[in-house]
């Protein structure tokens, strides 16, 4: 019987899945909305997971039983327990062998890094930072408080930024000009009252109209991305302070809608939050998928280990599929 790999990668707005054999050859990718569980529920992860592997399988015409390895890495999967609720999930789905349960950060990682030795910086709809040495992983909490949040954190800042404009009494200003525009509302107080009693939330998606503005040269739009960007640099620096790297510099990997954006102020400040151990790290932008790092995790566990060739024949075909 033959025997195939699966990776897949769930953030909170979008879901990626590759089919591979055990050369490495893409067979299928896959791609739906997102699985966060803390977002969208057990009944609604379940459901997009369900979906990618369904079309996966469908679309290179394999059995499920013929699945070696399958990592399924989920923004999400925060504390070590998080893996073990998805236990029956994995079983339903009568793979060869049970499937592994990681946070997506670690599949950024490793589809920066084929060892997986590292940190990876997470600034996408929600924020994370992950370190390997070899040894151990140590990651944040993914709970938003003390920590890079990303897209999430633009929109508490800006809430912030917004209230306090309101309690002194300010005029509109751009930053207010375009919340109020986005959410179809005709003044702060309306904003406010909507928001306090009519369940309006501010969706993440306006991050990038924040990001235009702060290149535009507004201040408050400015404070808010560099102030997101210090922080994840900051997490950064905290978890490599916690692991124990054996090596003369460390490989950071930038990953999410906020670091691949190329927002000359986010970088910026990400940069200069990064100074203190500048000489320690080598920063690089993952310009892929990381469910190509999902699939990296599953065949090192198929494998019992790195398997070079393997590696390199799967990276060869990245940006050939849709998803990766």
């Not at 791609?31 to 369904?54: D, I, Q």
């Not at 989920?74 to 049970?98: E, H, N, Q, R, T």
């Not at 990997?253 to 970088?267: M, P, R």
Request: some cysteine; aromatic content about 8%; hydrophobic content about 45%.
């Amino acid at each position: 019987m033959s025997e195939y790999i699966l990776g897949i990668d769930a953030g909170g707005t979008k879901t990626h899945g590759c089919l591979v054999d055990t050369s490495g050859t893409i067979l299928a990718t896959a791609t739906s909305t997102g699985a966060n569980w803390e977002r969208v529920g057990w009944v609604g992860a379940e459901t997009v997971l369900r979906e990618v592997v369904s079309t996966l399988l469908a679309d290179a015409a394999v059995d499920r039983k013929e699945v070696s390895a399958a990592t399924f890495a989920l923004a999400g999967i925060d504390w070590p327990a998080d893996a073990d609720l998805f236990f029956d999930f994995s079983d339903s789905l009568k793979f060869k062998k049970p499937g592994l349960f990681i946070n997506d950060g670690l599949a950024s990682l490793y589809a920066g890094k084929s060892d997986g030795l590292g940190i990876v910086s997470i600034a996408g709809t929600g924020g994370k930072t992950v370190g390997n040495d070899g040894v151990r992983s140590v990651q944040t909490m993914g709970m938003s408080i003390g920590e890079g949040a990303g897209a999430g954190q633009v929109i508490s800042l800006t809430l912030n930024a917004l209230a306090r404009q309101y309690h002194r009494g300010e005029g509109v200003s751009p930053l207010a000009e375009i919340v109020l525009s986005f959410t179809k509302q005709q003044s702060l107080a309306d904003f406010f009252h909507a928001y306090a009693r009519n369940g309006l939330l501010l969706s993440e998606s306006i991050a990038p109209m924040i990001f235009q503005l702060a290149s535009f040269g507004d201040s408050d739009a400015i404070e808010i991305v560099s102030t997101v960007a210090s922080q994840h640099a900051i997490d950064v620096i905290t978890i490599i302070e916690k692991l124990d790297f054996q090596v003369s510099v460390i490989d950071v990997i930038k990953s999410g809608g906020l670091h691949v954006a190329e927002n000359q102020i986010f970088d910026q400040a990400f940069t200069v939050g990064l100074a203190p151990i500048a000489n320690r790290v080598s920063v690089k932008t993952l310009k892929i998928s990381p469910a190509f790092g999902s699939v990296v995790y599953a065949a090192i566990s198929h494998f019992g280990g790195t398997n070079q060739e393997f590696y390199e024949t799967l990276q060869a075909q990245i940006g050939t599929r849709v998803g990766l």
